[in-house]
């Protein structure tokens, strides 16, 4: 079956750096997608990676093993308004997006 | 960017009666839309796929007499939520994505559904 693992919710600092992980399985593999929502929002695009290693956009960067099958989320300088849900989707080989359950981040002061 | 947009942004509708919610793609073409549901604090779940001028493709357990797709043009999918039930209130969000080489889905806004 297809599954997207990722943990349920993180605390930081901010100001801080903090990585979600994310494990994934899928039938074929056409890229590996990370969203950001806040609270009552639709979701935001925030990387894809298809080829292995990491790819740095700003304070968020995108790490991709596909022989791991393993990708995180790194976020460096931590600020409020990070506080939100990380939605981490892989792309399978009729290129749908299975999504994982998300990863809530409170950034504490 | 491209900008996905959805209308209405929410609505409060009584149980029995239907509701339409309408998403757009305002600057490209989606050759595809997509149809989510999102409990509050769960992930998104999608309901059905979309492509221009063919019949939706439902997820299971997505009842397609009830949940009504059309995507009549490049620009405009609906979902019509028919005789609906307290238990249909969701947050409804569609996504577009252009085709060609870039699988990015962009997202509306998302409809927030209430049934009274």
């Known amino acids: 079956g297809q599954n997207i693992d990722q943990p349920t919710e993180m605390t930081a600092t901010e100001g801080a750096i903090v990585q979600i992980n994310c494990t994934y399985q899928t039938s074929g593999f056409n890229g590996l997608f990370w969203y950001q929502q806040h609270a009552g929002e639709a979701p935001t695009f925030l990387s894809y990676?298809?080829l292995d290693g990491l790819e740095e956009k700003g304070r968020f960067s995108s790490f991709l093993s596909r022989s791991k099958g393993y990708s995180y989320l790194l976020l460096k300088e931590l600020q409020m308004k990070d506080s939100a849900s990380y939605l981490c989707?892989?792309?399978?080989?009729?290129?749908?997006?299975?999504w994982g359950a998300g990863t809530k981040l409170i950034i504490k002061p | 960017g491209a900008v996905v947009s959805q209308h209405p942004s929410w609505v409060i509708c009584k149980s029995g009666t239907s509701v339409k919610i309408e998403c757009r793609s305002l600057?490209?073409?989606?050759?595809?839309m997509f149809w989510y549901r999102q409990f509050p604090k769960q992930s998104l779940m999608l309901m059905a796929t979309s492509n221009e001028g063919s019949k939706a493709t439902y997820e299971q357990g997505v009842e397609k007499d009830k949940f009504l797709i059309n995507h009549a043009s490049l620009t405009l999918s609906t979902l019509t939520v028919t005789s609906a039930h307290p238990e249909d209130s969701s947050f409804y969000i569609c996504?577009?994505?252009?085709?060609?080489?870039?699988?990015?889905?962009?997202f509306g806004p998302g409809t927030r559904l209430t049934v009274t």
């Open positions: 989707a892989g792309m399978d080989s009729n290129y749908q997006l299975i």
């Open positions: 996504s577009a994505r252009g085709g060609g080489d870039s699988y990015e889905q962009y």
């Open positions: 990676n298809v």
């Open positions: 600057d490209f073409q989606a050759t595809t």
